[in-house]
């Protein structure tokens, strides 16, 4: 399955929906196979899958709701992280650092957020700007690094990634740690920083509806300005765009804090909606998961957004599949792993991802 | 408090930079062809798994060695055949390789060591046998460094030195500097530019294998959920900081397992009156890597043509 084409955006239709149903054959075939070799039965298998992914078939231990919450909830935080993957791949780079961006948003919201004094209106936008401010100077360094001295962005994020992790633990543990309690974890934020449930038949907060604006905005700024464009070009033939008259670097400087941005808002948004306090342990790896998220979302905010969702109910059934019947959780991990590679095969590659 | 430096400490240095150093080694000959490897860490933790079932199934710490060598392999075939055959971005290929080698092995490990645990059978694997009594630990000073290590250590030790040899001295090594600094020249020249590409990413399969071994078959005796542990993104560490050179990169691996035989000497106890955070210490090969790609030595090699086959 060799495609030796120039320009992937000449695609035919037909190849396109050849791809797609590939690509779900590749999806259902890995699944089956693991559920299979768990030793489960596979139609019930799929339907406890669905239920813990959708909701449907309705069942006593999951309700469409619980469902629904779980979706959306990792949808929120997968979108983020994809949205900054994204974000960073049109200008060219590959932001692998958004899992420490995460961490550095979430601690830094989780700080504001146990702050006395500040005005109740104001305290939950500034804790989530706090956050999205930190994860964009998390992702400053090796921005600058790239742009001033050409050293390799994959490397200086991963480093990134274990300073940070490293970091957060340290202050957590020495100076952040709730004096209420032993347990390495801040305080609970103030209810003022807190972001309140879309409604309370369900938990998932307002950050769902924050996320998919934001995606939207992205869409505009990406596809319908000037920074857009330049952006876009840069990614995709830096020499090309220099010789335009584009400031690549100041383009690929400010790419990159935006995705940094986008993933500290993400941690943000986690600790005001759904954690309420940062801890020893604090759910980073959202944060890798961008990655793929923005992989099979072809780094276009639509499919972003509509990937972000697919991943999340799969992540979601999976988990249902692991309580329900004892079969390993990591099903959803291996599935996204082989769609990753897949979709990468199909030379979806950075700077040229517009499909 | 004089007593946080002697030669017990080096010995630990040694041992935890083994694990390092192989898979640094690994990253090496990858790198040098000019495939990008940020895959060492699946790697490593495919092999500390095999390593494990191996020996656990047959009770051979051989075996396992074995065991852990094949799907190192395997994984590095499935990154070469991305790169080459689907010029697959190589920092894609890799974090798909580090994610399924997370899902995989703790899949696997529920499938398969779990319910042996639940039946009752212990999962602590029989390693390879440390010196202990030979006349190696007699030597006076070389003695108390290899004492209770395996000889996984010493290879680990010698391999730098043969790496730096076959590099510098031989026609391969030749080869793969003419593929990883100019591809197009070197195809021009008649170098088989994709199968030295090959050789690379599968030597860095074994190489990262064996250290995942090391972790199950003469470090920690049995497998646990994620036990690499980020061993191989310090790897890759240490071959950035080593400035792609195999005596530097193993060099900077053992200043890295130095940092942490100390963080676990120290345990929070104050050096030279001065109480170091554990954290800070761990932190500090992935600190000092980047203010080496910042200074004015350290610019990556990227592969000259990425995607070219």
């Known amino acids: 399955m060799k495609t030796f084409r120039l320009n992937p955006s000449s695609r035919t239709w037909m190849q396109r929906l050849l791809n797609a149903l590939m690509g779900a054959g590749v999806l259902f075939g890995t699944l089956t196979l693991l559920i299979a070799l768990a030793g489960q039965p596979i139609g019930a298998s799929y339907r406890i899958l669905l239920q813990g992914a959708i909701g449907f078939p309705p069942s006593e231990q999951m309700t469409p709701l619980d469902a629904w919450d779980g979706v959306l909830h990792d949808m929120t935080l997968l979108l983020l992280t994809g949205l900054s993957v994204g974000l960073a791949l049109q200008a060219g780079l590959f932001n692998i650092g958004a899992a420490g961006q995460l961490l550095m948003g979430a601690l830094i919201a989780a700080w504001l957020g146990v702050q006395q004094g500040i005005p109740s209106s104001l305290h939950l936008p500034l804790t989530l700007l706090a956050g999205a401010f930190a994860g964009a100077l998390w992702a400053l360094v090796p921005a600058l690094l790239k742009v001033w001295r050409g050293a390799h962005e994959v490397i200086t994020t991963i480093m990134f990634n274990y300073i940070a992790l490293y970091l957060t633990h340290w202050l957590v543990v020495e100076y952040l740690k709730d004096p209420a309690g032993a347990a390495p974890q801040t305080a609970p934020v103030r209810a003022s920083a807190q972001l309140p449930p879309l409604g309370n038949f369900i938990a998932t907060s307002w950050g769902i509806v924050l996320t998919v604006v934001i995606a939207m905005l992205l869409w505009a700024i990406l596809y319908r300005t000037v920074w857009g464009y330049e952006t876009r070009a840069t990614g995709a033939n830096r020499d090309a765009a220099d010789a335009a008259g584009i400031p690549t670097r100041r383009r690929i400087l400010e790419a990159m804090l935006l995705a940094g941005a986008l993933a500290g808002l993400a941690g943000a948004i986690e600790v005001c909606g759904s954690q309420y306090r940062f801890f020893e342990g604090f759910p980073s790896e959202y944060g890798f998961d961008g990655i793929a998220v923005a992989l099979m979302g072809a780094n276009h905010p639509a499919w972003t957004t509509l990937t972000a969702f697919a991943l999340g109910a799969l992540r979601n059934g999976a988990y249902n599949l692991h309580v329900v019947t004892g079969a390993p959780k990591e099903i959803a991990m291996i599935v996204q792993a082989v769609l990753i590679l897949y979709v990468a095969a199909l030379r979806l590659r950075r700077g040229r991802l517009e499909g | ?309």
């Not at chain 2, 690379?200 to 005796?221: E, H, K, P, Q, Y």
Request: proline share 5%; aromatic share 10%.
């Open chain 2, 1 to 309: 408090m004089g007593e946080v430096f002697d030669l017990q400490l080096i010995n630990t240095a040694l041992r935890q930079a083994t694990p390092l150093i192989l898979a640094a080694l690994g990253g090496l000959m990858s790198e040098r062809t000019g495939v990008i490897n940020i895959g060492l860490e699946g790697k490593i933790l495919m092999g500390a798994f095999a390593g494990a079932y191996g020996a656990l199934l047959t009770g051979s710490p051989w075996v396992g060695l074995g065991c852990a060598i094949l799907i190192g392999l395997l994984f590095a075939l499935l990154h070469a055949v991305a790169t080459q055959e689907f010029r697959t971005d190589h920092v894609v290929s890799g974090v798909a390789i580090n994610l399924l080698a997370l899902g995989l092995s703790t899949y696997l490990f529920r499938q398969l060591i779990l319910p042996r645990e639940e039946r009752g059978l212990s999962s602590v694997v029989r390693g390879f046998t440390p010196f202990q009594a030979d006349w190696l630990v007699r030597v006076p000073i070389l003695g108390a460094l290899l004492k209770d290590q395996t000889w996984l250590v010493l290879f680990a030790v010698v391999l730098p030195f043969a790496l730096f040899w076959v590099l510098n001295q031989t026609r391969w090594g030749l080869r793969v500097y003419a593929v990883g600094n100019d591809a197009v020249k070197a195809r021009t020249m008649g170098v088989p530019v994709k199968r030295v590409r090959y050789v690379g990413v599968l030597l860095s399969g074994v190489l990262a294998g064996i250290a995942g071994a090391f972790l199950t078959l003469a470090s920690a005796d049995q497998f646990r959920e994620n036990m690499s542990a980020g061993r191989g993104f310090i790897a890759l560490a240490a071959l950035i900081f080593g400035r792609w050179h195999p005596l530097g990169a193993a060099a900077a691996a053992f200043g890295f397992g130095f940092f942490e035989a100390l963080q676990m000497r120290l345990q929070g106890q104050p050096l030279f009156g001065v109480q170091l955070p554990t954290d800070l210490l761990l932190m500090l090969p992935y600190l000092l890597t980047v203010i080496a790609l910042a200074g004015s030595f350290g610019k990556m090699k990227p592969p000259s043509d990425l995607g070219n086959p």
